[in-house]
């Protein structure tokens, strides 16, 4: 099964209050299996670790050994993101509402036609009135 991975699902991998037994097992499903991710999202993870490192919620050493599973694991990181930001995305961020971060993902997830796992309540909220599969992560 492929899907867009978004940061809310890899970083329930990472914090075990925001895990599911859901969340645990997409990422078993990616010792077998690849997923897809736009361009911005090894970014977004690292200012989300940081910034928990910062707010003391995880060491620098833990985020070390976080981002060697990551490393470990099948994700594609696509590269039109970029490409697609100053329109399609931007203009899927405007008629949805959501933030040109979230609608990078919601894009990937259209034009693959592939399911997105996410946990972000207003992305997943975008998905379903844009007909995009979601994948069960609660």
């Known amino acids: 099964m492929s899907f867009v991975l978004d940061a809310s699902v890899t970083l329930a991998w990472c914090f075990s209050d925001e895990s599911t037994p859901a969340t645990i097992a997409l990422l078993e499903t990616l010792e077998t299996e690849s997923v897809h991710v736009p361009q911005l999202w090894s970014l977004e993870i690292g200012n ?17 050994e976080f981002l060697a599973l990551l490393e470990n694991l099948m994700i594609k990181v696509d590269e039109e993101t970029s490409l697609r930001g100053f329109h399609d995305i931007l203009l899927l961020a405007h008629s949805t509402k959501l933030t040109t971060y979230d609608a990078a993902y919601l894009e990937l997830a259209m034009r693959l036609g592939i399911p997105l796992a996410t946990k972000d309540m207003q992305l997943q909220k975008a998905a379903k009135l844009l007909g995009v599969k979601l994948i069960k992560v609660c």
């Open 48 to 64: 989300i670790l940081i910034a928990a490192e910062r707010r003391q919620r995880i060491s620098y050493a833990n985020i070390t």
